[in-house]
């Protein structure tokens, strides 16, 4: 059985999964920054939103783009929270 949480995750996979195979143009407004260095790897997260009013996180690792995640039907506000979480690697094992 799933919760509420999972249910959107897995959603969420689906949505960026399905953007990639119908290569859909978007384009994005870029609205903030974060950045963090920790044991010598530089971690920055980029807020957009793109032009269907999905907000996204742009994750990188050393400069290189590892994930694009769009945050689904969540807010301006998660995004951030899901770019700083990235940055200062909360929840990562």
Known sequence: MYNFEDVMSRLDDME?????????????EYYSTHMNTINGA???AEVCQRN?????VEKFINDKLKEMKPMG?????YAED??????FQVGVN
Request: charged fraction near 30%; include cysteine.
């Open 52 to 56: 269907d009013g999905v907000w996204c």
């Open 42 to 44: 530089e971690f920055r």
């Open 16 to 28: 960026a999964k399905i953007d990639l195979l119908i290569e859909r143009g978007y384009t994005y």
């Open 73 to 77: 039907i969540h807010n301006e506000s």
């Open 82 to 87: 899901a770019a700083e979480n990235f940055v």
